[in-house]
């Protein structure tokens, strides 16, 4: 399997090099200012990861032909600021102190520092929006990226208030991933599109698009919490769940054991944590069919972007974002 970076340098490496550098000058104006604050934008922007959303809204503007400005940059730039700025937030409410294999912000430079941070970037992808000129189109994307702001603080909230509830069914747990997730792929996709060519229609379309990867990718980043190992060194491993965080494979083995569930007597508990508790509740999911039943799922979402796909016109854009949905269904991690 190819990864998300081959992808990239086929057709669009130079449109995200410029992103890249969009978010570096963000560390460089700011060291006019604060030459601290500036070292520590620098190293979170300088490396913010996959850049899976802006790869989206950059293969999405080009479409239906190459579009005749940047908005579509600076759009795809709000967008991956958006993402950084979530993860952020969630690291520090998580008290997280790793992701991929880096420590987080709030574990580098404390939840306080990590938090205005956040703020700083959310507040930085607005202005990148506000770059676009005014025109009925650009204020449909304006209008979309204030939402999305709402959706993604809205699916944060969500997904803490809920920690240890047992009572949640899957249009519960979609409702959340939609807005914790969906919602930015979906506006990535949506506002690409209206960048480029795309008529309001084609431009839905992509909409849905987005909205069926983001939801297919948050499904499997949930599944792959599962894929490793229940026990490690004495300490839970399976993240969301030893935080109270019910996702599919979890609702899914709960409705389909509604007595007797090891699962439920772990989540009557919290926020206090049973080693034991959580050992039988997860062995007894990871030795079901939940997981095998929440890939189907996935599987689901992932034919629907395909569908959404084949409307557009052919193209080396079109088969990147073929490509990009393989590797987004094949991903271990």
Request: aromatic share 8%; net charge neutral; hydrophobic share 35%.
């Amino acid at each position: 399997m190819r990864n998300y970076n081959s992808i990239k340098s086929n057709v669009i490496e130079k449109e995200l090099t410029i992103v890249s550098n969009n978010m570096i000058e963000i560390a460089e104006k700011e060291n006019t200012y604060s030459k601290e604050i500036s070292k520590i934008l620098f190293q979170l922007l300088s490396n913010s990861g996959k850049k899976i959303r802006p790869t989206i809204t950059l293969l999405s503007s080009n479409l239906w032909g190459e579009p005749e400005n940047q908005n579509n940059i600076e759009i795809a730039t709000a967008v991956e600021l958006l993402h950084v700025a979530t993860l952020l937030h969630d690291d520090t409410v998580d008290k997280a102190e790793s992701r991929r294999g880096k420590q987080t912000p709030s574990s580098l430079w404390g939840k306080e520092v990590a938090v205005l941070l956040g703020d700083y970037i959310f507040a930085y992808s607005a202005i990148f929006v506000s770059k676009l000129p005014a025109t009925e189109r650009n204020g449909t994307i304006v209008t979309k990226f204030a939402n999305t702001i709402v959706e993604l603080s809205r699916g944060e909230l969500t997904e803490f208030l809920e920690r240890g509830i047992s009572k949640i069914n899957k249009k519960t747990y979609f409702d959340r991933i939609y807005n914790k997730t969906g919602s930015l792929f979906k506006t990535a996709a949506f506002s690409g599109a209206l960048c480029g060519n795309a008529t309001e229609t084609q431009a839905n379309i992509m909409g849905d698009f987005g909205y069926n990867i983001g939801m297919a990718f948050q499904i499997q980043d949930d599944i792959i919490d599962f894929a490793s190992q229940s026990i490690i060194t004495g300490k839970p491993s399976i993240k969301d769940l030893s935080e109270g965080i019910v996702t599919l494979p979890s609702i899914i083995f709960m409705k389909d054991n509604p007595s007797d569930n090891p699962l439920i007597d772990f989540l009557n508990d919290f926020p206090q944590l049973s080693i034991e508790k959580y050992k039988k509740a997860t062995e007894s999911i990871l030795n079901s069919d939940s997981i095998k039943k929440s890939k189907l799922i996935v599987d689901k979402f992932i034919n629907k972007a395909l569908e959404n796909l084949k409307s557009t016109p052919n193209s080396k854009y079109k088969n990147s974002l073929f490509e990009l949905v393989q590797n987004i269904h094949d991903r271990e991690k």
